[in-house]
């Protein structure tokens, strides 16, 4: 079965530029998630999906992030204009329902390593 | 808010000795996650920890959460280079809130 795809793994861009992260969560799994992890810190959470519904999106920077789940499966996100603060890595995670408790296992992509110069 | 502390930030131990890597929450968790992450690579699932006491082993890496369900530590018998990495402990504060992680602790193991 594979896994969490996300794409691409790396990407260089000057600031002001736009940039756009995808991520195929494993099949079946209706809960998807969006971390961001500067170095040397843990994962962050930007946004979590039910779903297409985005449940819970307080901590994306909605100034310049956006993000999409269309038909609740691929997830889009995308960051315009960028700035040299938004270098990091963008992880997506996908797991079962989220609405039973435990949140039980996270299974995460490679990640999305950005650069803004 | 949830917040996770992890210590040491960082460890360097040779070849074949053993570890311990804590986590301490400031509330009481209602799950507890330890997860292995490689540089440049996504994070891999360890072990979950539910209930106050309760130690899961896998291989040679054993964690335990503490009765108050506050604390957590990973411990790895008889180090090897594969082990090396950074170790994040992730929790599910309660119900229905998002998922949090410590800041990490980045191991090194000297052949």
């Known amino acids: 079965e594979a896994g969490v795809v996300q794409s691409p793994r790396y990407k260089i861009i000057e600031k002001k530029q736009p940039v756009a992260f995808w991520c195929n969560p494993i099949?079946?799994?209706?809960?998807l998630y969006w971390y961001l992890q500067n170095l040397g810190q843990g994962p962050e959470l930007l946004i979590r999906y039910e779903n297409e519904e985005a449940v819970d999106d307080s901590q994306l920077p909605k100034d310049r992030f956006s993000a999409e789940r269309l038909k609740g499966v691929d997830s889009t996100l995308k960051i315009q204009p960028a700035e040299l603060g938004d270098s990091a890595v963008y992880l997506c995670?996908?797991?079962?329902?989220?609405?039973?408790?435990?949140?039980?296992?996270?299974?995460f992509g490679e990640g999305s390593r950005l650069t803004v110069l | 808010s949830q917040e996770l502390e992890q210590s040491p930030q960082s460890l360097i131990v040779q070849e074949g000795k053993n570890l311990t890597i804590n986590c301490t929450s400031s509330k009481t968790l209602y799950g507890l996650y330890w997860y292995k992450q490689k540089y440049g690579e996504g994070l891999i699932f360890l072990m979950m920890l539910q209930k106050g006491g309760e130690e899961k082993s896998h291989e040679k890496i054993t964690a335990k959460l503490d009765e108050k369900k506050q604390q957590s530590s990973l411990h790895i018998t008889a180090s090897q280079p594969s082990h090396a990495g950074i170790y994040l402990c992730g929790a599910d504060p309660y119900y229905g809130q998002n998922f949090v992680f410590g800041p990490g602790t980045r191991l090194s193991v000297l052949p």
């Open positions: 099949s079946g799994h209706n809960t």
């Open positions: 995670a996908s797991s079962l329902d989220r609405s039973g408790s435990p949140a039980g296992e996270l299974f």
